[in-house]
Every structure is written in C-alpha cells, then in structure tokens.
C-alpha cells in the first residue's frame, strides 16, 4: 500500500481597463492596478498552498508498482498545475486507466473500487482518494496460430530456417501468462528469426490476440510473409582515401552466392574494425531493391588518421610505475602496413619494440615482423634481451594458427653470480581457441592457448630445446548472478640444460598466483630467483554480482616453477577482489595473502589477458 500527495501552485490573472487621459492619473491608476493584481497572485497563490491532494493504492505487489509509476493521477501529483478540476477529471478516467495498465500484464476482469475523501481544517483542505483493486486471473494462452506465406513453404526440407523450428522456438506457449511485452517480443524474435537467416524481407502481415475474458483465456494468430531468400553478392566499399581497397577484400569472410546471414554480416564488420585501420565500420546488405540472388554488401567506413603518437603513464602491480611513448604510421609505403614503435619504460622493466603488420592477404593470412630490445629486473635476475622475429597467423579468432621464426640474443646478471650470454634461433607453433559467449566480459564457456617453441639446430642455439605451454580458462554461471572462473597452466622446457632464461618459467603476480610478487616463484640461487624448466599455475574463483556491473570475488591461487617434477611443490595465495564490467572489459582489484609468506599484496587486473 503506498501514499502519495502534492501541494499545488494555482495562478490567476486579472486586468483593469479603463480610459483615462490625464498623464498623472494615469500613472498612479497603473500602480494601484499593479498592486491588486501582485495582491490578487499572492492571495491565489496562499489559498492554493492550502489545498493538498493524495492517493492511496491497495493492490498486490505484483501490480503495485505498475500502477504505482504509470498511473495518470500519480504522474500529476507533483504538476504544479494541479487543481479541483484537474484532480477531478483525473479521478473520474483513473479507472479506465488501471484497466488500460492491467490488461497490459494480462489481467481483463479487474474489481476496482474509488473512495474520495475531502477534509477541512482551518484554512487547509486535503483530498485524499484511494483505489482497492482486485487484478483477477491472469488470461493464459488457450491457442497459437502461427501461419507462414511466401517462399519458405517451398523451401527444401534441409534449407534453414525451417517453420517447424520457428514455430518450436515460439515463446509464448500454450498455457502460458499472457502479457502485452512477452506477446510483442514473441512476435520480434518469430521475425528476426527470418531476417537474421536468408529472409532479409520478412514482414508480419497480421497479428491478433483475441481475449476471452470471461474464461480468462487468449487465441493467438500471426501471419507472417517471408518474402524471397537472398543471397550475397558482390562488394560496395565507401569511405576509403588512403588505403587500397583490397584490404577490405582480403578480409572479407563472405563468399558471393553464400545465403543471407546478418551474422555473417557482424562478423565482417566485427573484423573490419578489429583491423586497425578505421574509427567505424558499418557492413549491411542492401536488399530493398536487389535481385535476390546478388544482394550487395555495402561496407561504409571511416579511415583513422595514418600517423598517430600517444604518450601514456600508468602503473602496474608487477612492474611498478609506468612511462609510454608510442608512435604508429597505418599506411607505411603507402601499402597499408601498419608500422607501430613502442618505447615503455617501467620501475623493473624497460622496453623497445617495433612491429610492422601487413593487411590480411587474399588467403586470409596476416604476416608481421617485430624487433624488441628489453631489460628486465627481477628477484636478483637482470636479463637483456635483443630479438627479431617473423610470424604468420590464420584463421577466425575461434581457431586461430600461428607459426613463426625468430632471433635471440641474451644477456643474464644474476645477483652473486657469473653472468653468461645465450643465443637462440627458434621456430614456433601456436593455436588460440576462443569459445565464450562474449569477447570482452565473457560469462560461459573456454579459452585455450597452446604454444610450442623450438631451438632444433646446435649451431644457431647454445643448445637444443623444446618449450611448451598451455593455458586454459573457463567461464561458468552457477547462478544468474554468481559467476565461477577456473584457469589452468603448464609448461615444460626440454632438451639443453643452458636454455635462454626467456625460455624459462617463473611464477607469481597479477595473471599467476596472487599474493606473491611478480616472478617471485621459481628456484632459488642464491638470494636470486631464477626460472626453472617446469610450470604449473592454476585458480578457482567465485564473482558474486551485485549488481548489473559491479561484483565481489573470492578466490584460490596455486602454482610454482621448478627444474624437476619432485620440486614442483605448489604454493598458495587467496583473497578478496571487486570487479567491474568495463568497455574495456573486466576490471579487476584483489587483496591477496601469500600462505607461503605470510604477506598481503594488492593486484590489479585489466580485461582478459589471452
């Protein structure tokens, strides 16, 4: 039962007119009209403040707050036009309107009954009106009746969309509540589920609900034309000035003569964008005026401005403050590689890196070539590295391949110790499967990254090796509101025992076991920790959201590197976090306590590192 009441501004007007000629008069019969008519406003604005109107709804609470928001006379409460006449006028539609609201949940036959009460004390009047109402039965589906006209009746029996499924996926079933959103959704996804899959055209040509409100029982009909089935054409590009237009062909996924799919149509787009080369993309087929069987696909686009220079500071839980300049050129040679130079110096680490992307080729493969220059100082261990590289990826982002050659050359201080210098000529292959239901804020399903790195020839490595590694995360809703996330790492370094120390595993920090420092994990020398041929790292955590975008998180972490198996002794770290689903994708701050040492420690994590 809620109460609500205003307190109205009522306005009057009044004029004085009458024609006199003498200038003096005139002037003090101006201000004594000024001064009834500032008089009469005051008192009409007195007598007004004196007047005060409620309501009072009694209701069950699963119509409460609909009449609550969308009735016409609570929306007027607080109008300061508010007066008798208005108040009454709104009194005699309200009942019409709560049916007009509850029959848009499905209730028809409503008992409603209207008090008014009017009191006055002194100089105050309050009127005071309530509603008692009785929703009824809710009216339930009794009958569906879903027709189908244009082509799909002819379609084979193995063509998809078929009217069998459509007609399957219906959400309003028999016997189910009635309610004027689900019917109008209901309607939608029937549609869309034509457009979205070679019926771009598809339109409802009548639809009825026929209430029975006696019975309290609904009849549902929808006639729905499919119109043709379209397939795709050939390419419309727009927008492009200074790159060729061959780097929108290459990446294109669809085949002319392929059915019509919108989702086929997103993912062109969504590659588009994910390329580098433009602020928008819009990809859309234009079937209006087509022939069916060669539907245009219209890609507009707008170009991102080639030569671009960011400067950046930051800070990371691992490595400590952070300085970055960058400077990218997008049509290198004006051929359209993309040329990005990154200098990022931090606390425990420093970098160079140059990298030179290619555009997608016509087979769908996308080269690049790098040459990094980097220091890192960790636990008593300074390694500088030099090294260059070529590598070659395919595929969608659900399954993408990489293979690849590089170039190193190493130098390693270790505190205490001799340093020693290391070379490796190596050649690598790699899979990244991607299977979640959303790219940045994933909530169901897995990802999986396998890398394996070799040094196969004596005379180009200061000894043969093999790396391997593996990743695996996982995403499951255990309640609408309550997330589980579990990951799983391994690796093995085998073969020579003075591998480059890149090539080598260490353990801990903000995307390894929490509540250890960064690389802190790994075998001992000395008062250094250096990394080991052995890797397993793993966590189990638990998001609670508490609302549509912020959570809180408990978790476990586990792992450690070592150079035997027998070594290999897990470590633990657990803790607290909050979450944030961002643009960006999830932001993440967790306290972590280190079991092994006792300490807390503060990570911080940024979208999904993979």
Known sequence: MRNRSSLPTMMAHAAIHHPIKAPGLRRILYCIQAWLLFSLLAWSSQASADTRYSVNIDAPSSVEDLLEKHMDIMRWLNNPRMNNAEWH???????????DLLATEGYFSPSIEQSLETSTEGNSTRNRAKFTVNPGDPVTIQEVDIRFTGEITS??????????ELIESWTLKQDSRFSQDAWTSAKRKLLSGLMLRRYPNARITNSKAEIDATNNKAKLVVEIDSGAPFRFGGLEVNGLQRYPRSLVENINPIKPGEPYSQARLLFFQSELQASGYFSNVEVTSRTDDADPEAAPIVVNVTELQSVQIGIGVGASTNT???????YQDLNLFDRGWRFTNTLKIEQKAQSLNSLIRLPTDQNGYRDSFNADLNRLDIEGQTTSTLGTGVKRSWGPRSFEQTVGAAYLLEHVAIDGSESQNNYAATISYGITLRRIDNELNPTR????????????????????????????????????????????????????????????????????VRGYAY?????????????????VTG???????LTSSWGAAVFVDFGNAA??????????????????KSPAGPIGVDIARGQETGEYRLHFNLGVVF
């Open 563 to 580: 150079n035997t198996t027998r070594d290999l002794k897990p470590v633990y770290g657990y803790g607290l976090g909050a979450r944030f």
């Open 445 to 512: 399903g897995y990802l999986f990254n396998a890398l394996f790195t070799s040094a196969p020839l004596d005379v180009m490595a200061t000894g043969k090796f093999l790396q391997s590694y593996a990743k695996t995360q996982a995403y499951y809703p255990l309640t609408r509101s309550t997330q589980l996330i579990t990951r799983l790492e391994g690796g093995i370094v085998s073969g020579a025992d003075n591998a480059p120390a890149t090539y080598l595993f260490r353990a801990g920090g903000d995307q390894s």
């Open 539 to 545: 966590s189990i955590e638990v998001i609670q959201w």
């Open 89 to 99: 006028r709104l009194l005699q539609a309200a009942p019409r309107n709560i049916e």
């Open 320 to 326: 400590g403050a952070r300085t970055t300049l960058t």
């Open 155 to 164: 379609q084979g029996s193995d063509e998809q969309p078929s009217t069998s």
């Open 519 to 535: 690389q802190s994990l790994g075998v001992a020398d000395g008062d250094a920790v250096i990394g080991g041929r052995y890797l």
